[in-house]
């Protein structure tokens, strides 16, 4: 079984060679027509970096929407509705600058990732934010990953501090 770098590499490489808006299209139809999206009041998603999945148009719908903001290592979770200022990461991430609120507000959590397996688990980029914040959180929401088709795999190496999400699309 290849290494979770190894397999960081080629997820990285694969992604500069699909037609991420297309895909990005096509899971934006299928989160919205997934159980866990519709019953969702409170969702946070992810603002995409290059080469990453733009789930942004589901801003339009008639939901609370959130940004993760890293801070002290940790994820925060901060309201964020569309046109709304964002700020520069160290990580070159868009972060929103408005104050966090409590992760118990939240309904579902679409994570970020480079991979997925058929058991749920995800490739992230190697720095544990969200699974930390998935462990730390006593929230009870559920969890979605959506990456390409291309980049689901039958089994990803897994770590005891890994956390499994509710779906994979």
Not at 15 to 20: C, E, S, V, Y
Not at 118 to 124: C, F, V
Request: net charge neutral; with cysteine.
């Amino acid at each position: 079984m290849d290494s979770k770098l190894d397999l960081r590499s080629k997820a990285l490489n694969l992604r500069k060679t699909l037609p991420l808006k297309e895909i990005s299209a096509k899971k934006i139809d299928k989160i919205r027509s997934d159980e866990f999206y519709i019953q969702a009041k409170h969702v946070m998603i992810f603002y995409p970096m290059c080469y990453e999945l733009d789930l942004r148009d589901l801003l339009k719908d008639d939901k609370k929407f959130y940004l993760p903001r890293v801070e002290n290592q940790n994820i925060v979770v901060c309201p964020y509705e569309l046109g709304q200022t964002l700020c520069k990461s160290n990580f070159g991430v868009m972060e929103p600058c408005s104050k966090s609120v409590n992760a118990d507000i939240l309904d579902l959590v679409i994570v970020p990732a480079l991979m997925a397996d058929e058991s749920g688990y995800r490739l992230g980029y190697g720095g544990g934010f969200y699974d930390r914040f998935l462990k730390t959180s006593e929230a009870g929401f559920k969890t979605i990953v959506a990456v390409p088709d291309e980049l689901k795999i039958k089994r990803l190496p897994v770590e005891d501090f890994d956390i499994k999400v509710d779906k994979v699309i």
